[in-house]
């Protein structure tokens, strides 16, 4: 950029703070917006790429009005951004189409499209076709500008790498905010729960979100020739996100990383798929015959989530006797099976679980902290969540998606032709992301910002990669 304009630039920006100084001041608060938007405006149509990265940066910083505005759930600033990112792409893409047509082919890419074709056709059918089509336009701006348009920002690796250094620093602020908020309560188990508020909206999406973010940032201290100062920076984020997974008291994101790790390691030291199957088998028949032994030690398990103690913590995740967490769970995976068995094959329509699985809640599977209303929330679980809302095709769909990512990543790992920096940086994007769709048995928050972003992104640098390695694209060899 000339000197002239940067001047211009500048310019611009103070111009921009003044006016939206003056607005505040004189309480016009959403006009005070307007210069803002413009700037944005101008970002995403002139300097497209530093546009898609700031996207990165505000993610973890976003906060859902819906705890100002009551009935509306919205993330701001990203998905307004991320709806006005999409239109422009689009037109971008049909005025003159610069994708790679290759990435149509891809297995990641066709099953997610399969899945938003069959979303279509159950919202359609649905119980509510308003929120189903809301659902529906929700999911597109997550996927659309962040997968699609990401398979051509993240063909240069320093791209890869830019945009998970803007997530994961953006991240550890958080994480700082949250621990200094923690801290002045003594770090109690209970305030645990909220303390990460307004940026998350409680401890069991911000745990599996550092649980996301901390295989990235030990890959990214891994890659070779980083400068001293980066590493130590990269170190410092380690030991925050670190302490922010512990004292986020989120069981499934401890478990989700460890097993995670276990997949990682399995991967790396390329374990025999039949000694993987045998250890399946044998595992199951284990189960099978112990069953009675495994239910009785169930029942006596009465460790509560409530307690600090790691290893009682741990112990908790099993009690389904009296842990009001894990049955408040078991009713809602009950609640969505029940909902598939009403209608197995479209589902009540996507979106639409939180408004009707109350009618399906077994009075014995009730806790202390059920509503009688179906008020609180979604399936616990990204499978069940789709399986009540699109029926059996729909999570067929979904875990066909899964499925792609890991076939998708791991023959890249293997194939990928030495032990650099973009092949330290695929294994960490495989733990990362097992990481989440483990955590995804538990929980479902690929319909929030913070996690479809980054869970997207890792995709579509998986897919761009498989097609640089399957074109002989001269990019790999700089990498």
């Known amino acids: 950029m000339s000197l002239n304009n940067k001047i211009k630039l500048a ?28 700037f944005f405006i101008y970002l995403s149509v002139f300097q497209t790429e530093k546009f898609f990265l700031f996207i990165a940066f505000l993610t973890p910083l976003s906060v859902n ?15 307004p951004l991320l709806f006005g990112f999409m239109l422009w792409f689009l037109f971008l893409e ?33 119980s509510a076709p308003i929120v189903s089509f809301k659902f529906l336009l929700s999911k597109l701006w997550f996927i659309l500008p962040v997968l699609i348009f990401g398979t051509y920002f993240f063909k240069k690796h320093e791209n890869r790498v830019r945009f998970l250094w803007y997530f994961i620093v953006a991240c550890s602020f958080v994480v700082c905010f949250t621990i200094a908020h923690h ?65 986020s008291y989120t069981r499934a994101a401890w478990l989700s990383i460890l097993c995670a790790a276990i997949i990682g390691a399995i991967v790396y030291f390329k374990v025999n798929l039949k000694l993987l199957v045998s250890i399946g088998f044998i595992a199951l028949g284990t189960l099978f015959f112990q069953w009675d032994n495994l239910q009785m030690s169930l029942a006596k398990n009465t460790h509560e989530h409530t307690t600090e103690a ?68 979604n399936a616990h679980s990204e ?8 029926g059996l095709i729909g999570m067929l769909l979904f875990l066909a998606i899964v499925a792609a990512v890991f076939y998708s990543s791991i023959t890249l790992y293997y194939r990928y032709p030495k032990n650099n920096d973009v092949k ?34 890792m995709c579509a640098m998986v897919v761009t990669m498989t097609i640089q390695l399957n074109t002989n694209d001269p990019a790999i060899k700089k990498d």
């Open 183 to 247: 801290s002045m309560y003594g770090f109690g188990e209970e305030e645990g729960h909220w303390v990460m508020w307004p940026f998350f909206k409680d401890h069991t999406i911000y745990g599996a979100i550092i649980a996301l973010c901390l295989p990235l940032s030990l890959a990214l201290l891994r890659q070779k020739g980083r400068p001293a100062l980066s590493k130590a920076i990269l170190i410092l984020i380690n030991v925050i996100l670190i302490l922010g997974l512990i004292f």
């Open 65 to 79: 009005i819906e705890e100002y505005v009551d009935g509306f759930g919205l993330y701001l600033p990203t998905e």
């Open 94 to 126: 049909l005025r003159k189409p610069f994708l790679n047509p290759k990435i149509w082919r891809h297995p990641i890419i066709v099953t997610v499209c399969a899945y938003l074709i069959w979303m279509l056709i159950t919202s359609i059918t649905s």
């Open 424 to 457: 330290i940086l695929i294994m960490g994007i495989i733990v990362s992301l097992a990481s989440y769709f483990i955590h995804a048995f538990l929980n479902n928050y690929l319909d929030t910002d913070k996690a479809a972003v980054p869970v997207w992104a």
């Open 383 to 390: 499978y069940l969540g789709a399986l009540s809302e699109s």
């Open 11 to 38: 310019f611009g920006f103070v111009a921009l703070t003044v006016i939206f100084t003056l607005f505040n001041w004189f309480r016009i608060e959403y006009l005070g917006l307007f210069p803002l938007g413009l």
């Open 310 to 377: 790691f290893d009682e913590k741990i112990q908790s995740a099993a009690n389904v006797t009296t842990d009001a967490s894990n049955l408040e769970r078991i009713n809602r995976w009950d609640c969505a099976i029940e909902m598939f068995k009403k209608k197995p094959w479209l589902g009540f329509g996507p979106g639409t679980y939180a408004f009707e699985y109350a009618a399906f809640q077994d009075p014995e599977n009730l806790t202390i902290i059920s509503t009688n209303f179906g008020d609180m929330g």
